[in-house]
């Protein structure tokens, strides 16, 4: 898992890249590199596992390229709860809710990913007061978009349909 710097990235992919990913959508391209450079992008190849159990909730991650399956630790098992695409965030919710995880991220295919520490976010809070705002609508949206996906699935799996009218 090696690590990437922003200005090379930028470089590589261009800038119009990261605009068209959802959680850094209306983002400036200043407010945009200071995010990469605040945190950390690091390379993760196709087949890496990463165990997150027991991680001090204070960190999120952005996918920046690929794809990363999350297996949560259930009852003896790994459980495929979700797949992170380009531009999605991970574990947002649990820098919010402080709460510890238990699971493991396994990178379907090679994989950028960038990750911020809730002192990273606070200081691009301090330094870009604006655009933290837009960032935290993208975020917002994102895990609403998560709700509504879980909602959809606890819905199919009842067997419940809706009445002709409803």
Request: glycine fraction near 10%; hydrophobic fraction near 40%; charged fraction near 20%.
């Amino acid at each position: 898992m090696g690590t990437v710097s922003a200005d090379s990235l930028i470089e590589q992919l261009g800038a119009s890249y990261f605009r068209e990913l959802s959680t850094f959508g209306a983002l400036s391209d200043e407010a945009i590199w200071a995010l990469l450079n605040l945190g950390a992008v690091r390379h993760r190849e196709k087949g890496s596992c990463r165990d997150v159990s027991g991680l001090a909730p204070g960190q999120f991650y952005v996918v920046l390229q690929g794809n990363i399956a999350y297996y949560q630790h259930r009852d003896g098992y790994d459980v495929l709860t979700r797949h992170f695409r380009t531009g999605e965030q991970m574990a947002f919710d649990v820098m919010i809710d402080m709460r510890p995880v238990s699971g493991i991220e396994v990178a379907v295919e090679d994989s950028l990913v960038l990750s911020l520490t809730s002192d990273q976010f606070f200081q691009f809070h301090i330094d870009y007061p604006s655009e933290f705002g837009l960032l935290m609508i993208n975020l917002s949206r994102e895990l609403a978009r998560e709700i509504a996906m879980l909602e959809k699935v606890i819905g199919d799996s009842t067997g419940w349909a809706a009445e002709e009218g409803d």
